[in-house]
């Protein structure tokens, strides 16, 4: 198992700031992932990070607004820009591992509320 | 499209009632079958998996079943207790690629 922890577990930001999250699993993972849990609501993939080059984004989420890195096979970090209200939720990291890439472990997950 | 039908909460239950939490999908292939748990205030944990049709997943009393005939994977246990309290998600997912996730269902269970 893959076990991944997650900077910062919550904050508080005013609107049209940005705040960066950061993802930090222990062992060399091929694909991670970037989903967002809105209160009461299921979880949708915003992105998967790709090492070495650009994220590939979900419909309805761009570079821009959620700029993603992923310098090494363990580490990734997830942009919000400029914040608004809408985008309080819970920004977790994800990776794929195990026999086929078949198991996915998730991060406990970063609560964002925007002011 | 791929996509996952979860039975709406919240649920509330007795401690040693018996739990069915009903799931539903939409596949064009043969994907794997998951439910994951989030306690409060923790993050997703896998509960358990099932890849082939007729698999049973299983795992701290929970049981699944893949029934490719009806696509349904319900979440059964027989007796929940106070612990079970918690927000289970179905999903489903071809290897390597993104899952999709059900809308997730409240648990309550009150002593």
């Known amino acids: 198992s893959a076990v991944i922890s997650q900077k910062p577990s919550r904050d508080i930001c005013q609107r049209g700031t940005s705040l960066t999250i950061q993802c930090q699993v222990d062992?060399?993972?091929?694909?991670m992932f970037w989903y967002r849990q809105q209160p009461g609501q299921s979880l949708t993939l915003i992105a998967t990070?790709?090492?070495?080059?650009?994220?590939?984004?979900e419909s309805g989420f761009v570079i821009d607004k959620f700029p993603i890195s992923r310098p090494n096979l363990t580490f990734s970090t997830l942009t919000v820009s400029n914040m608004s209200p809408e985008d309080s939720s819970i920004y977790l990291c994800?990776?794929?591992?195990?026999?086929?890439?078949?198991?996915?472990?998730f991060g406990p997950g970063t609560r964002l509320t925007v002011l | 499209g791929d996509s996952v039908t979860q039975m709406e909460g919240p649920v509330t239950l007795s401690e040693e009632a018996f739990l069915t939490i009903n799931c539903t999908y939409t596949?064009?292939?043969?994907?794997?079958l998951f439910w994951y748990v989030q306690y409060p205030g923790e993050g997703l944990q896998l509960l358990l998996k099932?890849?082939?049709?007729?698999d049973k997943g299983s795992n701290k009393g929970f049981e699944a079943t893949y029934r490719k005939e009806t696509t349904s994977f319900h979440l059964e246990k027989g007796s929940v207790q106070v612990s079970d309290s918690a927000v289970y998600f179905c999903?489903?997912?071809?290897?390597?690629?993104?899952?999709?996730f059900g809308t997730g269902t409240s648990l309550t269970v009150i002593p």
């Open positions: 596949a064009t292939g043969y994907p794997s």
């Open positions: 062992s060399q993972v091929t694909m």
């Open positions: 994800s990776v794929a591992s195990g026999g086929a890439l078949n198991e996915q472990f």
């Open positions: 999903a489903l997912r071809y290897t390597g690629n993104q899952f999709y």
């Open positions: 990070a790709n090492q070495g080059s650009e994220a590939t984004y």
């Open positions: 099932a890849t082939k049709a007729d």
